[in-house]
């Protein structure tokens, strides 16, 4: 079917196709493949075309979400790659050099002999001399010999008792991701130079506060104080919440299921750029402290009270906007906003109000959007749309059709037709 397609018309499907179905409309429109050489980073899944993937010539990242077998050596030797990711996928065969950092689930150091930086959550072998940098994710700490340890700059793991801290104050680290509990007293850990801390059930020591930290996580009953001066970003989980407690040069905050926060009203002391919340707090409260703050990001999360009337609130200076919940017609919105997520009852006021805004990237959740809706926002020059979560067809597709798109989140159609759509 596709070799009976002429070039315009191979031309548009492929804008909404992924790289393994491009890779079988080449035989239509060689053209189609200028907008794929400028990847930088490339996602190989079960159904990507192997033989196919040379394409994208300047990709430097590529993320595996299948097995690494021998069929990919000479692909990969194709590519000058910085990294490999493979969260989820095993290594069943195959040598890959010249990949310097690897980031798998189950890392096979015959598999990567130039390999230099690694990131795993399970390892069965000694992990080699020539191996200078390694991020671990492993139940305990006693999984790691004691010359890994040495090299460890990453470390998730669960703390059983004291005596673990032994083993991990002798490691490099700058990261670290701490899962234990109340009674364990971390402070022998303050002299470690971190950048990013992760706290579950422990108390952060006041002389943590001395470290170069970058980003801070807690998952605490109560917040501490906190003074690093070098910290930009604060994530808080389920804690008793004093915005009078920090006094720290943050420009990132997020509350998730914070139920409990003393002075919000101070939240435009912080100076935040970027403020995510969760809570079961009162949504006028937190629309009255964030319209004094300067902010470019914001995600309301959740807040089934949440209208059109509060958006009247927000601060002009937002750039993202993600609000998921409540009773949002997308009528009124801050005028300046590029990337919108957006979750609620959305009109056909609301959809003409929406393709005003200089948006680049849009994802709706369960809006009720129907085809005819997607008719208003037609001229946006978008290049990330999602729409999975509305009823969409082929019908409605067409009118986005000559949108910049270089993704495209929708319900699975039927390619047939979605062709005689976008041709009538």
Not at 127 to 149: F, S, W, Y
Not at 190 to 210: A, G, V, Y
Not at 247 to 256: D, M, R, S
Not at 267 to 287: G, Q
């Amino acid at each position: 079917m596709l070799d009976k397609l002429n070039r315009d018309a191979a031309c548009c499907v492929t804008k909404f196709l992924e790289l393994h179905d491009v890779a079988c409309v080449k035989r239509c429109c060689k053209q189609i493949y200028i907008e794929y050489r400028d990847l930088y980073q490339l996602t190989i899944g079960n159904l990507t075309d192997v033989s196919r993937i040379g394409i994208c010539r300047n990709v430097k990242v590529i993320k595996m979400n299948r097995h690494l077998t021998r069929d990919f050596e000479e692909v990969f030797s194709a590519f000058r790659l910085d990294k490999l990711i493979g969260d989820d996928c095993g290594i069943d065969s195959g040598k890959f050099p010249n990949i310097k950092n690897v980031k798998v689930s189950q890392f096979v150091s015959s598999s990567f002999p130039d390999a230099e930086e690694v990131e795993f959550c399970n390892v069965f072998e000694p992990i080699p001399d020539t191996i200078k940098r390694i991020n671990a994710t492993v139940e305990t700490i006693g999984d790691l010999e004691e010359n890994e340890v040495e090299r460890l700059i990453g470390l998730t793991c669960d703390l059983d008792n004291a005596k673990e801290l032994k083993i991990i104050k002798k490691a490099p680290l700058t990261s670290l991701n701490l899962n234990g509990n109340d009674d364990i007293d971390i402070s022998c850990l303050s002299h470690l130079e971190l950048k990013i801390l992760i706290l579950r059930n422990l108390k952060m020591p006041d002389s943590f506060n001395r470290m170069p930290l970058q980003e801070l996580e807690l998952h605490t009953d109560k917040m501490p104080a906190i003074t690093c001066q070098t910290l930009r970003k604060l994530i808080i989980h389920k804690a008793e919440v004093d915005i009078t407690l920090i006094n720290a040069p943050i420009v990132y905050l997020e509350l998730y299921g914070c139920n409990r926060i003393r002075l919000l009203e101070n939240l435009s002391k912080l100076n935040l750029v970027h403020f995510v919340i969760s809570s079961r707090i009162s949504i006028k409260r937190i629309i009255d402290a964030i319209s004094k703050c300067k902010l470019k990001t914001l995600e309301l999360l959740g807040f089934k009270l949440l209208n059109d009337k509060h958006m009247l609130s927000l601060p002009s200076t937002i750039t993202r906007l993600v609000v998921d919940g409540g009773m949002i017609t997308g009528e009124v919105l801050p005028p300046h906003i590029s990337d919108l997520y957006i979750s609620g009852d959305i009109t056909h006021e609301g959809m003409m109000n929406i393709s005003k805004l200089p948006l680049r990237e849009l994802a709706f959740g369960e809006c009720g959007i129907t085809d005819d809706m997607l008719y208003h926002i037609r001229n946006l020059e978008l290049t990330d749309l999602a729409i999975r979560d509305n009823p969409i067809t082929p019908v409605g597709i067409k009118h986005i059709a000559n949108m910049p798109l270089r993704r495209l989140d929708c319900k699975e159609m039927d390619t047939l037709e979605l062709i005689k759509a976008l041709k009538s």
